[in-house]
């Protein structure tokens, strides 16, 4: 069965340079999420897309951006990177039309050097 | 607000010992759902377990076994006979039953499983 799938696996970046991280949702799934997971932290939410319109925010810095295009695949923009940035990053899918649980993706591992 | 809290942060054990996992949440929703997940040394977050809040039956799975109090809103999760593959990181997280927010999980701090030959 196709999971939601995460590009890149692993992306290593400067301080000040820009990330754009990118999620596929399982088909027919409308909505996603997105959690920063930091060294020996629990996964934090950041934001949710529901048919394209952001529905929910959590801690997500001003300088992060995210959306979900037509398709739902959805992406995460960071700019101004700054080393505390470096952490996974999670993308998880579910569908509100019938309830199964989010599924998450395997995570970016973001490392800014 | 929700809030999950695990209070223990890591387990040590030999294998073949039975592990149990406690978490305690708080929500002022009168219907949500909890989770177990398992994160391995690999960093991907697996599903364990799920269970709604109106639904108190107690289940074993396999080796997977977890208790569900509402009453004391625990829901605690226990590994028996556990095995070296068994070390990870396990968070116990809560999810509102509100069709959007299925996804948007409060997670606890999380407890370091350690199972030794």
């Known amino acids: 069965a196709a999971g939601v799938i995460q590009s890149p696996r692993h992306l290593i970046k400067e301080k000040r340079e820009t990330a754009t991280l990118k999620c596929y949702p399982i088909p027919r799934h409308d909505t996603v999420y997105w959690y920063q997971q930091g060294p020996g932290q629990d996964p934090q939410f950041l934001i949710s897309f529901y048919e394209k319109m952001q529905s929910d925010k959590g801690s997500i810095p001003d300088r992060f951006s995210a959306q979900q295009f037509s398709d739902y695949h959805s992406e995460l923009n960071m700019s101004s990177l700054e080393l505390g940035d470096s952490a996974l990053y999670f993308c998880a899918s579910s569908s509100s039309r019938d309830y199964t649980e989010a599924f998450f993706g395997q995570g970016t591992r973001l490392t800014v050097v | 607000a929700q809030k999950v809290t695990q209070a223990q942060t890591e387990i040590s054990v030999v294998e073949k010992e039975d592990v149990t996992l406690d978490c305690v949440y708080e929500?002022?929703?009168?219907?949500?759902?909890l989770f177990w997940y398992k994160q391995p040394p690999s960093g991907e977050l697996v599903f364990l377990i799920r269970?709604?809040?109106?639904?108190?039956q107690n289940e074993i799975s396999g080796r997977y076994s977890w208790n569900f109090q509402k009453s004391t809103s625990s829901f605690n999760f226990t590994i028996t006979a556990s095995q070296v593959v068994d070390s990870a990181v396990y968070f116990c997280?809560?999810?509102?039953?509100?069709?959007?927010?299925?996804?948007?999980?409060?997670f606890g701090a999380g407890t370091q499983v350690v199972v030794t030959p």
């Open positions: 269970r709604n809040s109106f639904d108190e």
């Open positions: 929500t002022r929703d009168t219907t949500y759902y």
């Open positions: 997280a809560l999810s509102r039953m509100v069709t959007d927010s299925w996804g948007k999980f409060q």
